[in-house]
């Protein structure tokens, strides 16, 4: 997905177009404008990236970093030590780099206004249960959150995990943040002393009143596991347009009765490719109820499992659908349930439809 970026230089009107939603590699973009060229520099690890400024590198270490004036930049032997301290003194459009650490946390992590983007170590499949080597956002006490993110224009996390212990409602909490980009992000989802799991805390927890926009977000290749990815019911003057959600996978509680995905509110041009999911009642629920006019929902749903009964894999409500199926691996499998306010094109055998669906036109 791209979004043009228009610069306006005397006499001349160029427009340059820039990919959002990915950690970009260092390039740049010459547009001739001229006697000069005009020069749009692409720092590494941009996500959405800004005309206005330049993305700067801060290091977070949190077994030899130090908390201070002058610390951060530069280098890894200039770390900070903890993100609460990284948070408040980085600037607006700063990446924080993150060591393999385990970070105690006992108060949310708020920063107003600051686009800035965490990024940690990669991670392998394997480790997402052991967090052997990897950076780890822990709670000590009982804070609501981990992170509250508010008024910013983008943002972002990647290859990060969270121990959603003690944490008393959802990790990170998000009101009125454009372009917000989650890439491999994973929640451990047990108590790591009792081995109990942990549910009913999502990952993700949008939040808006008239006259914010929480349009932009992206979620590529997250796993919040056995407790809810994300829970977005906004009213529904709170755009949230263009959500792109990339194969959010694994869902493994068999005793879940919440949706893994949950949106309500003006959802516009949701796109959703791929999943893995396991048993949820529904595993996706996209309710556009109350929005005037037509919604666009396109998705390309992969497999789901453990589904039984009446479950539903997906529900929609009052959505205008673009729907390719996957399948799913058990006779109840993958039962894509909309209501009578659903249109649009359904490409699921009938066995697979519930409600007012129906294959082709709809």
Same mark, same amino acid.
């Given at each position: *997905?791209? !979004? ?26 010459? #547009? ?18 800004? #005309? /206005? ?5 801060? =290091? ?6 130090? +908390? ?10 200039? $770390? ?11 600037? +607006? ?20 206004? @600051? ?9 392998? $499949? +394997? ?10 956002? @822990? ?14 224009? $983008? ?47 999502? *990952? ?33 003057? #709170?755009?949230?347009?263009?959500? !792109? ?12 009765? /919440? ?19 396991? *048993?949820?009642?529904? $595993?996706?629920?996209?309710? *556009? ?10 998705? =390309? ?62």
């Amino acid at each position: *997905m791209g !979004r043009g970026v228009v610069i306006d230089i005397p006499q001349r009107r160029i427009e340059v177009t820039l990919r959002r939603g990915l950690l970009l590699p260092t390039a740049a973009v010459s #547009v001739d404008a001229g006697p000069a060229d005009l020069h749009v520099d692409a720092p590494a690890g941009a996500v959405d990236l800004p #005309v /206005e400024g330049t993305i700067v590198d801060y =290091y977070l270490n949190g077994v030899s970093g130090v +908390d201070g004036p002058g610390r951060g930049s530069g280098s890894w032997g200039n $770390a900070f030590k903890t993100p609460a301290y990284a948070a408040a003194h980085v600037p +607006d459009l700063s990446r924080i780099l993150v060591a393999p650490a385990t970070y105690t946390i006992n108060s949310p992590i708020t920063y107003s206004g @600051k686009r800035l983007w965490w990024e940690g170590p990669p991670q392998t $499949a +394997d480790q997402i249960q052991s967090y052997f080597g990897n950076a780890v956002f @822990k709670a000590s006490g009982s804070p609501a959150r981990y992170f509250d993110i508010s008024h910013a224009a $983008a943002g972002g996390f990647k290859e990060l995990c969270f121990s959603n212990r003690p944490v008393t409602t959802d990790i990170i909490r998000v009101r009125d943040v454009q372009n917000l980009v989650a890439n491999q992000i994973h929640v451990q989802p047990t108590d790591p002393t009792t081995n109990s799991l942990v549910q009913h805390k999502p *990952m993700f927890r949008f939040e808006g009143s008239s006259g914010e926009d929480c349009s932009g977000f992206e979620l590529i290749d997250c796993d919040a596991h056995s407790s809810a990815l994300i829970y977005a019911h906004l009213p529904v003057d #709170v755009p949230a347009h263009g959500w !792109r959600w990339i194969s959010p996978y694994d869902q493994s509680d068999t005793g879940q009765n /919440e949706a893994y995905l949950d949106v309500a509110g003006d959802f516009d041009q949701l796109y959703w490719e791929g999943s893995y999911l396991e *048993m949820t009642n529904p $595993a996706v629920k996209i309710d *556009m109820r109350g929005v005037a006019g037509s919604r666009r929902v396109t998705a =390309y749903p992969a497999g789901f499992e453990r589904l039984t009964g009446s479950y539903h894999a997906a529900e929609f409500y009052n959505c205008q659908l673009t729907i390719g199926w996957g399948g799913g691996t058990n006779q109840h499998n993958g039962i894509i349930w909309g209501d009578s306010g659903c249109t649009g094109w359904v490409g699921v055998p009938s066995s697979r439809l519930a409600g007012s669906l129906v294959p082709g036109a709809n």
